[in-house]
């Protein structure tokens, strides 16, 4: 039992890395102009990220990739008057954008880059983020191996690729010839991934002793973790486990729940549970909240309080299991058609081998269970919030129908039905994720001093996150003319500028090109056979 523990460990460990083997890495930057000697943005209405409202119009002035002035240079409604503003010298790059909105560039922490499996080349991921403002993505697990990893970043560092800014989160354990099964070897592991260059580690779960020799040893390097707490671990090792040890930040909510448990201490699974089995997985998964300690008890408050004050941050990826709740919704979204690669749709059709792809038999009575426990689960993670605790918003996209870019949008909406407001919601997408990285004095605000990542879109995304979607809002006229508005205009990285649309429309290329390359068409899942042959294929 030892020999099938430390092997099922070790799997658990380094699972994406065997299902993201290398893809293709992005060519040189062929994009974006800049960075500039000084770069003046006119007439911009200023959503800063810190919780501020909108301010406007202002200027906003950038030196290479440093914000050095920002000036509120006159009233709502009321013309400029051209003294009150910073004068163009010769050689400044001017950008116009009167009655438009600014952000802070997106944080994305939970940005896997894709693998083979999902068919998703690298610079197909990193345009689908930059055309819907992710200017920074955490790695979590490196599944293109940390040396991969590392190269991409440092070319983004650069600005050589078109890209996001890159941390690479290494799955423990990823490169040890051996399964890490004593606390010796967890410290060193940790010790030889921090001289490697990673920005943390993302765990699963292990023995205690283990995680907690390795989350220590890493809290004391200085590197920061996150931690899924996978259900083979858990029983033994919960949030609050991972918390006192030095874990900086959860991701799902996996861990959560069993930390809340005040009746029992393991997941109430039927006898003929199997892990491996994700229909069995995702289906018990989606009944684990209403196990917990109800909202507002003794235990609750217990487990809050005490995550509170070792200023821990939740990752929820709500977006990620919407598929649960609603199938349907996930797999008929409208980008698909365009923006989804034909191997990337094949990965997510059902599948008792692919990750993510469990629809064995899923229908109304899972999915009613799923938005019973989302009720739950939006209700601590809100309630964290307000009380000051640290939430923050990731995708973990290229999985169950989740679309790089869009789903992350798709997160600050279901962020916003947990109980945000829309400012807490960007904040939540710059300010507040900067902070979990470590990187709130050079990230995550519009504010001197800081890098220049920001988001500029002719659409106010206050009034409606929609607004943000490449694919855009749907709005009727006067006239009673059905039109899209929105997206992303511009997403400024390191005072990079990039047209979010352009990048977008190669996305949509690379996805036509591959389209024709097979002759194939999207198709539903059990539908895809058509006049005896595969729809979809090149035969």
């Given at each position: 039992?030892?020999?099938?523990s430390?092997i099922?460990t070790l799997?658990?460990?380094?699972?994406?890395?065997?299902l993201?083997?290398?893809?293709?890495k992005?060519?040189?930057?062929?994009?974006?102009?800049?960075?500039?000697n000084?770069?003046?943005?006119?007439g911009?209405?200023?959503?800063?990220g810190?919780?501020?409202?909108?301010?406007?119009?202002?200027?906003i002035v950038?030196?290479?990739n440093?914000?050095?002035?920002?000036?509120?240079?006159?009233?709502?409604?009321?013309?400029?008057?051209?003294?009150?503003?910073?004068?163009?010298n010769?050689?400044d790059k001017?950008?116009?954008c009167?009655?438009?909105?600014?952000?802070?560039?997106?944080?994305?922490?939970?940005?896997?880059?894709?693998?083979?499996?999902q068919?998703?080349?690298?610079?197909?991921v990193?345009?689908?983020?930059?055309?819907?403002?992710?200017?920074?993505?955490?790695d979590?697990?490196?599944g293109?191996?940390?040396?991969?990893?590392l190269?991409?970043?440092?070319?983004?560092?650069?600005?050589?690729?078109?890209?996001p800014?890159?941390?690479?989160?290494?799955?423990?354990?990823?490169?040890?010839?051996e399964?890490?099964?004593?606390?010796?070897?967890?410290?060193?592991?940790v010790?030889?991934?921090?001289?490697?260059?990673?920005?943390?580690?993302?765990?699963?779960?292990?023995?205690?002793?283990v995680m907690e020799?390795?989350l220590?040893r890493?809290?004391?390097?200085?590197?920061r973790?996150?931690?899924?707490?996978?259900?083979?671990?858990?029983?033994?090792?919960?949030v609050?486990s991972?918390a006192?040890?030095?874990?900086?930040?959860?991701?799902h909510?996996?861990?959560?729940?069993?930390?809340?448990f005040?009746?029992?201490t393991?997941?109430?699974?039927p006898?003929?549970?199997?892990?491996?089995?994700?229909?069995?997985?995702?289906?018990?998964?989606?009944?684990?909240w209403?196990q917990?300690?109800?909202?507002?008890?003794?235990r609750?408050?217990?487990?809050?309080d005490e995550?509170?004050?070792?200023?821990?941050?939740?990752?929820?990826?709500?977006?990620i299991y919407?598929?649960?709740?609603?199938?349907?919704?996930?797999?008929?979204s409208?980008?698909?058609?365009?923006y989804?690669?034909?191997?990337?749709?094949r990965f997510?059709?059902p599948?008792?081998?692919?990750h993510g792809?469990?629809?064995?038999?899923?229908?109304?009575?899972?999915?009613?269970?799923?938005?019973?426990?989302?009720?739950?689960?939006m209700a601590f993670v809100?309630?964290?919030?307000?009380?000051?605790?640290?939430?923050?918003?990731?995708?973990?996209?290229?999985?169950i129908?989740?679309?790089?870019?869009f789903?992350?949008?798709?997160e600050l909406?279901?962020?916003?039905?947990?109980?945000f407001h829309?400012l807490?919601?960007?904040?939540?997408?710059?300010?507040?994720?900067?902070e979990a990285?470590?990187?709130?004095?050079k990230?995550?605000?519009?504010?001197?001093?800081k890098l220049?990542?920001?988001?500029?879109m002719?659409?106010?995304?206050?009034?409606?996150?929609?607004?943000?979607y490449?694919?855009?809002?749907?709005?009727?006229?006067?006239?009673?003319?059905?039109?899209?508005?929105?997206?992303?205009?511009y997403?400024?990285k390191?005072?990079?500028?990039?047209?979010?649309?352009?990048?977008?429309d190669?996305?949509?290329?690379?996805?036509?090109d591959?389209?024709?390359?097979?002759?194939f068409?999207?198709?539903?899942?059990?539908?895809?056979?058509?006049?005896?042959?595969?729809q979809?294929?090149?035969?």
């Amino acid at each position: 039992m030892k020999k099938i523990s430390k092997i099922l460990t070790l799997f658990v460990a380094l699972f994406p890395f065997f299902l993201n083997a290398q893809i293709e890495k992005a060519p040189p930057r062929a994009e974006g102009e800049g960075q500039f000697n000084r770069l003046i943005i006119r007439g911009i209405n200023l959503i800063n990220g810190t919780g501020s409202p909108m301010q406007g119009p202002c200027d906003i002035v950038v030196e290479k990739n440093k914000i050095v002035e920002i000036k509120i240079v006159g009233y709502p409604g009321v013309p400029i008057d051209p003294k009150n503003r910073p004068q163009l010298n010769a050689g400044d790059k001017e950008l116009d954008c009167t009655g438009m909105y600014m952000l802070p560039g997106f944080v994305d922490m939970h940005g896997h880059i894709g693998g083979k499996s999902q068919g998703t080349p690298a610079e197909y991921v990193y345009k689908l983020w930059l055309g819907h403002g992710i200017t920074t993505i955490r790695d979590p697990s490196a599944g293109n191996g940390l040396d991969w990893t590392l190269d991409q970043k440092m070319k983004s560092s650069k600005n050589e690729i078109t890209a996001p800014r890159i941390l690479a989160y290494t799955a423990f354990g990823m490169g040890s010839k051996e399964s890490i099964t004593t606390a010796e070897q967890a410290r060193t592991w940790v010790e030889e991934n921090a001289k490697k260059g990673a920005d943390g580690v993302k765990f699963f779960g292990a023995r205690p002793e283990v995680m907690e020799a390795a989350l220590r040893r890493n809290k004391e390097l200085g590197l920061r973790s996150a931690c899924h707490h996978a259900q083979v671990d858990v029983a033994r090792w919960n949030v609050l486990s991972s918390a006192r040890a030095g874990l900086t930040s959860m991701e799902h909510w996996y861990g959560l729940p069993e930390a809340l448990f005040d009746n029992q201490t393991i997941q109430d699974y039927p006898a003929d549970y199997n892990y491996s089995n994700e229909q069995n997985r995702f289906e018990e998964a989606g009944k684990l909240w209403k196990q917990a300690a109800k909202q507002g008890s003794k235990r609750w408050n217990e487990v809050m309080d005490e995550l509170l004050k070792l200023d821990f941050t939740i990752d929820p990826t709500f977006n990620i299991y919407e598929a649960n709740r609603e199938l349907m919704l996930a797999r008929r979204s409208e980008w698909h058609e365009e923006y989804t690669l034909p191997q990337l749709w094949r990965f997510y059709q059902p599948s008792r081998v692919s990750h993510g792809s469990y629809w064995q038999e899923w229908g109304t009575e899972q999915e009613v269970q799923w938005k019973e426990n989302y009720k739950i689960w939006m209700a601590f993670v809100n309630e964290y919030k307000n009380r000051g605790g640290r939430v923050t918003a990731g995708s973990d996209s290229g999985f169950i129908f989740q679309l790089y870019g869009f789903a992350y949008i798709r997160e600050l909406e279901l962020l916003r039905e947990a109980g945000f407001h829309p400012l807490e919601v960007i904040r939540a997408a710059t300010l507040k994720s900067a902070e979990a990285l470590g990187m709130a004095d050079k990230i995550g605000s519009v504010e001197v001093g800081k890098l220049a990542d920001m988001i500029i879109m002719e659409e106010n995304p206050l009034k409606n996150l929609k607004n943000l979607y490449g694919t855009g809002a749907i709005r009727l006229t006067e006239k009673n003319e059905v039109i899209r508005v929105g997206g992303v205009k511009y997403t400024i990285k390191d005072g990079v500028i990039y047209d979010a649309k352009k990048l977008l429309d190669d996305v949509k290329k690379i996805v036509a090109d591959a389209k024709k390359k097979e002759n194939f068409e999207i198709f539903q899942p059990g539908m895809e056979k058509k006049g005896g042959k595969i729809q979809g294929s090149k035969d």
